[in-house]
Every structure is written in structure tokens, then in C-alpha cells.
């Protein structure tokens, strides 16, 4: 069932690094090509969508409860990607669903510039932690204690 909802959270971790992260790296550069600071409205508002989507990977990453599957799968998906992006650059770019949208446009910039690569990489990590794939060993306080009739043991 753990990696179930591991998957569960795989999907909402790939739409929140589509839409949010993509949306934040839009606003960011539109920002840095108008000439205005992080520090303005818009500004604070992409940095905080960037940090969320950070936090969530923070999360799926460090939490041993969750199932590796959670941040490796939309890893492996962004190493795809990429993998594509280095083959042939304009089917990995015309392959990026919602053209028309602001967050579209920076999701390409990240691929285009590696950090889709990189946090693909760092996304993967948790595959390859064999305790991340059992579940937690509970200890049982009374195992040592006989049982009423004996043959419980």
C-alpha cells in the first residue's frame, strides 16, 4: 500500500514540478528581462512557488516512511527527458505538453539548460537505498513474555 501512495505522490510530484517549477522559471526570467527585482510582488510570489516545489522534493526525498517510488519515478522520467533533449533537441522540446502556457515555456528553459537533469539525477537516489524499499521493523515490547497457553512463542 506504501507504494501505492508512492505513486500517488510520484504523479502530484511530476504536476507540481511541471506547473509550479515551469511557472516559476517563466516568472523569473520574464522578471529578469523587464529589469525588475525578486524583491517585487511577483517576484516573491514566483520564489515561493519555486520553494514549494523544492520543499515537496525535500520531503519525498528525506522521508524514509515514503516510498522511493515517489521521487524516483518522476526522476527517471526528467533523466528520459533529457536523454531525449541531448539525442534530438526539438522532439524533447516539442514533446513539452501545454505550448501555450507560461509554465510550458519554463519547464523548456529547464531542460534546455540542465537543471531538469540534475534534479532527475537527485531525484533517483532514493531507488538505490535498499531500506527505503522495506518497511520499518516495529519492535515488539512483550515477544518475550510467555503467552497464556504456552505455544504462543
Known amino acids: 500500500m506504501r507504494h501505492v501512495v508512492g505513486v500517488v505522490l510520484a504523479l502530484i510530484m511530476a504536476v507540481a514540478l511541471f506547473v509550479g517549477g515551469g511557472w516559476g522559471v517563466a516568472k523569473v526570467a520574464s522578471l529578469r528581462a523587464s529589469g525588475l527585482s525578486l524583491s517585487s510582488a511577483h517576484g516573491v510570489i514566483a520564489l ?3 520553494a514549494g516545489v523544492g520543499l515537496l522534493l525535500g520531503i519525498l526525498l528525506a522521508v524514509p516512511a515514503v516510498s522511493p517510488l515517489a521521487a524516483g519515478l518522476p526522476g527517471v522520467l526528467l533523466l528520459g527527458w533529457t536523454a531525449l533533449g541531448v539525442a534530438s533537441a526539438n522532439r524533447a522540446v516539442r514533446l513539452i505538453p501545454l505550448h501555450g502556457h507560461s509554465f510550458a ?6 531542460l534546455t539548460s540542465g537543471v531538469l537533469a540534475l534534479a532527475g539525477a537527485v531525484m533517483v537516489v532514493p531507488l538505490f537505498i535498499p531500506s527505503r524499499w522495506r518497511r520499518p521493523y516495529i519492535e515488539d515490547d512483550y515477544a518475550d513474555e510467555p ?3 504456552g505455544l504462543m512463542r
Open 105 to 110: 515555456a519554463g519547464f523548456g528553459t529547464m
Open 147 to 149: 503467552s497464556e497457553i
Open 48 to 50: 515561493a512557488a519555486l
